[in-house]
């Protein structure tokens, strides 16, 4: 077979998983277009498919056999000639997968993500040509105006829930030089959000030998030219210093949005957690925001039923969130992963009990977020337009105080054509399920 007849087959993928997950995904992506590949959102066209997978959960990883053995019926059914499995699956349970699913044609180990198109020559027995692609290509896959960009691999914290350290390894942080050069080139293709993310991106550098921070890296993206809004994601609270707090404050471009995983507010959780704040800690650094910081919105995620949670524990939970009103808030059942430090603890909390906590936490979520929303009714916000509802004069889109993908968002009735990753002042005039309703502002003379 010759190169100009390998890139005449089609590529499709199926992307599992968080952001970071769907940065590796874009790449590898990248890397196949670079070489002449065409690419196609439709799996039933192409002749190979790219599984890319999660194991962060039990959820996630039985979503990920799904999509495997969905995508296996392509070769059957289809015209699907070779399927290959990526991500964070094939690293925890190579073995396992190798005899369970003998019709997947290669699992790619993420150390291999840089070698996908040797592989992918390798399955169709080719020599390996040469082709030109850059470090920091990409397909981006959601969205043409805003996209991840991702600053480290890996964690160091050692939660005791987290497989991520023994599925990704230590925390390695990108070179500044790199990520600068993949954010100018993202702004040259029309970005205009840029999602900062890592396992926890307040470490950024610390493995570095230039003494390179998340600050640092924070001023030179603010330069970069055609990057409206930059928005930070799991900030780990420990590391939220009164300097990086400031520089939001002050930086236009920098969102004024806090993405903080919490996760729990008791201090015998927390300790138990691995966790490296306290109760107080907590406290102190929500109370720091709201008094000093009130334009901030704050984000964060809290695992319920983790083991040794009481009724009281949870309790003391749910008044933490009445009392501080967080602007968005996550839950997530506690999953108990073998060979965590949370697999072997005592007092596991029963499966029913778990979920019928998760239904309370987002049920008391819910009142506050209503209240929330009913306060910010009248107001004029920025926004940025998402996209265009099908068949309609409908369009969606986030403010800088709700991440796109997760977030409430403001759905637009306009006559006028609005442009899509472009920002609008928009009037809140009517809640809804998904957020707000609102209309364009035009302020008067």
């Not at 499995?85 to 690293?91: E, N, Q, R, S």
Request: overall charge neutral; proline content about 3%.
């Amino acid at each position: 077979m010759t190169k100009e007849e390998l890139i005449s087959k089609t590529v499709s993928a199926v992307g599992l998983g968080c952001d970071k997950n769907r940065v590796d995904l874009e790449h590898m992506l990248g890397k196949l277009k670079d070489y002449g590949f065409k690419l196609s959102p439709d799996i039933d066209e192409a002749q190979i498919i790219l599984v890319n997978t999660c194991a962060f959960i039990n959820d996630a990883r039985q979503e990920s056999i799904n999509s495997i053995l969905e995508a296996m019926l392509r070769k059957t059914v289809f015209k699907c000639e070779k399927l290959i499995v990526t991500g964070c699956l094939p690293v925890k349970y190579l073995a396992e997968l190798k005899g369970l699913l003998p019709e997947v044609d290669a699992f790619v180990d993420l150390k291999n993500n840089d070698r996908i198109v040797e592989i992918v020559e390798d399955l169709y027995e080719m020599p390996h040509a040469s082709y030109k692609t850059e470090e920091t290509s990409r397909v981006l896959t959601y969205s043409e105006h805003y996209a991840h960009l991702k600053i480290a691999d890996g964690c160091n914290n050692a939660c005791a829930y987290c497989t991520i350290p023994r599925i990704r390894g230590r925390y390695r942080s990108v070179p500044l030089k790199t990520l600068i050069k993949e954010a100018k080139d993202l702004a040259k293709r029309g970005v205009k959000e840029l999602c900062i993310v890592a396992q926890d991106t307040t470490r950024y550098g610390e493995d570095l030998e230039k003494g390179e921070n998340l600050i640092g890296l924070l001023k030179e993206l603010v330069k970069i030219k055609g990057i409206e809004w930059i928005r930070l994601f799991y900030l780990y609270p420990e590391k939220v210093t009164d300097e990086l707090l400031e520089f939001i404050h002050n930086e236009p471009k920098i969102c004024k949005y806090l993405d903080i995983p919490l996760q729990h507010v008791d201090d015998e959780i927390l300790k138990a957690m691995n966790r490296r704040t306290s109760e107080q800690d907590v406290i102190d650094l929500v109370e720091k925001i709201k008094s000093r910081y009130p334009e901030m919105s704050i984000r964060s995620t809290f695992i319920v039923g983790f083991p040794g949670e009481t009724r009281k524990k949870f309790k003391k939970l749910l008044e933490f969130l009445k009392k501080y009103e967080l602007d968005n808030v996550g839950f997530f059942a506690f999953s108990r992963e073998e060979n965590t430090k949370a697999y072997y603890l005592p007092k596991q909390v029963f499966e029913f009990t778990k979920k019928r906590r998760l239904e309370k936490a987002y049920s008391v979520q819910e009142a506050i977020s209503l209240e929330k929303h009913i306060e910010k009714l009248g107001s004029v916000e920025r926004v940025m337009v998402d996209f265009r509802v099908k068949d309609s004069k409908k369009y969606i889109a986030h403010t800088q105080f709700c991440s796109p993908e997760i977030d409430f968002v403001v759905i637009i009735e306009s006559e006028k054509e609005l442009e899509l990753g472009k920002l609008y002042d928009v009037k809140l005039t009517r809640i809804c399920q998904t957020g707000f309703e609102g209309e364009l502002y035009e302020p008067t003379e």
